[in-house]
């Protein structure tokens, strides 16, 4: 009997592909808030519902991928360097625009961009010594920053009254204070993970 | 996590197997037995399931199974390429025509490195060998009792793939 090839899971597959629309989708997102801003009558318009839909979409897009690919053993590594791209990519962009239109102060754009890119190269320059895990915290940050993000986007300040814009500017803050507390959680995380690395070499638990 | 195990997994690849004349063995670690305790269960079983191996240590991976021992100490258990020698180890050892595998972290504690609920389930078979990775949300029990359907439903898929009557 020959040793048989070995197969990996297929790159082409449900998670991914969902992967990859998301990707494709966040320069429709920035062209239609763009347009909507450029539009005649100051915008708030189709344009800029359109672009809180496609937010919408990708962000589900991103929830259903990840749950698919990981409970029907759908993880690859592409999956694992496109999904969290893909997902910076949608957020960041969200980010920049809002402060190019000048809905969002650029600080706070800034403080989540620097302490996002931050954090991901530090995974990568830790990684030899392990994994750090997305702590429970920093799923809470992905959320609100998803919800904040949305309460920006919708144009509804003008329909409702103030008491929208401060709920938004509140959700924005709480995103701001969650974000740079989990990056520094991360920080601490990286340091004992480089510390008890070197101390003992190679676990040696047997839970497997 | 929702995806509980479909009721009839472990009858339906026995069928399966019965009718395309395919062979089965395990080699488990986090299930502990719980994939040919399942397979057992089902009225039929001794046509096709030949046998089954607990191999929890990493040194009775490499006894029994024959994994790689240098590639166990640099990458630990909870790994793809473990997991594909220890679902070969299972064929070749019982003689069977599929042989399946699970290895992962099944918690309360992350497990070389690797994150609780990171499971790898192989199918091996004369087409080649197929890993799958998973990451299981939920305590030991429910990582436990979710990869134990994960390789249930790969082997399912193997047989489904594989060539009917054809025996290679």
């Known amino acids: 009997m020959s040793t048989p090839p070995a197969k990996p899971a297929p790159t082409l597959n449900i998670a991914n592909v969902l992967t990859v629309v998301r990707i494709l989708l966040v320069p429709f997102f920035v062209w239609f808030l763009l347009l909507d801003d450029s539009a005649p009558g100051g915008g708030n318009g189709l344009f800029r519902w359109l672009a809180v839909a496609v937010?919408?979409?990708?962000?589900?897009?991103?929830?259903?991928?990840?749950?698919?690919?990981?409970?029907?053993?759908?993880?690859?590594?592409?999956?694992?360097?496109?999904?969290?791209?893909?997902?910076?990519?949608?957020?960041?962009?969200?980010?920049?625009?809002?402060?190019?239109?000048g809905e969002l102060w650029w600080w706070v754009t800034i403080v989540i961009l620097v302490r996002e890119l931050g954090i991901t190269v530090l995974r990568f320059a830790v990684i030899r010594y392990g994994v750090m895990p997305a702590s429970?915290?920093?799923?809470?940050?992905?959320?609100?920053?998803?919800?904040?993000?949305?309460?920006?986007?919708?144009?509804?300040?003008?329909?409702?009254?103030?008491?929208?814009?401060?709920?938004?500017?509140?959700?924005?803050?709480?995103?701001?204070?969650?974000?740079?507390?989990?990056?520094?959680?991360?920080?601490?995380?990286?340091?004992?993970?480089?510390?008890?690395?070197?101390?003992?070499?190679?676990?040696?638990?047997?839970?497997? | 996590m929702e995806l509980a195990e479909e009721p009839g997994t472990a009858s339906e690849v026995i069928r399966l197997a019965a009718l395309r004349r395919r062979t089965i063995a395990t080699a488990e670690s986090l299930t502990a037995g719980m994939v040919a305790a399942s397979l057992g269960a089902v009225p039929g079983a001794s046509a096709v399931f030949q046998g089954g191996a607990v191999t929890y240590q990493n040194e009775i991976k490499v006894s029994v199974l024959g994994v790689d021992p240098a590639g166990l100490a640099a990458t630990g258990a909870v790994d793809a390429r473990v997991a594909r020698q220890m679902a070969e180890g299972a064929r070749r050892v019982f003689a069977a025509d599929l042989g399946v595998s699970t290895t992962g972290a099944a918690g309360p504690e992350p497990h070389g490195g690797?994150?609780?609920?990171?499971?790898?389930?192989?199918?091996?078979?004369?087409?080649?060998?197929?890993?799958?990775?998973?990451?299981?949300?939920?305590?030991?029990?429910?990582?436990?009792?979710?990869?134990?359907?994960?390789?249930?439903?790969?082997?399912?898929?193997?047989?489904?793939e594989s060539d009917p009557g054809n025996k290679s």
């Not at chain 1, 929208?164 to 709480?174: D, E, F, G, K, Q």
């Not at chain 2, 299981?136 to 193997?158: I, K, M, P, W, Y």
């Open chain 1, 55 to 101: 937010f919408a979409v990708a962000i589900y897009t991103d929830k259903l991928d990840g749950d698919l690919a990981r409970s029907r053993g759908l993880i690859t590594d592409f999956g694992k360097i496109a999904d969290p791209i893909a997902d910076k990519l949608l957020i960041g962009s969200a980010l920049i625009l809002l402060s190019v239109l």
């Open chain 1, 136 to 208: 429970r915290g920093g799923k809470l940050k992905t959320v609100i920053q998803t919800f904040a993000i949305f309460l920006y986007l919708l144009p509804l300040a003008g329909m409702v009254g103030d008491w929208y814009t401060w709920l938004a500017i509140a959700v924005m803050l709480a995103a701001v204070a969650v974000t740079v507390i989990t990056g520094l959680d991360y920080i601490v995380q990286a340091v004992r993970l480089r510390r008890d690395s070197r101390a003992r070499g190679q676990s040696g638990s047997a839970t497997s």
């Open chain 2, 114 to 160: 690797k994150l609780v609920g990171t499971v790898y389930v192989a199918v091996a078979s004369a087409a080649g060998t197929a890993v799958s990775e998973y990451l299981f949300d939920g305590d030991r029990n429910e990582v436990r009792t979710l990869a134990c359907s994960a390789a249930l439903q790969q082997l399912h898929a193997a047989l489904i």
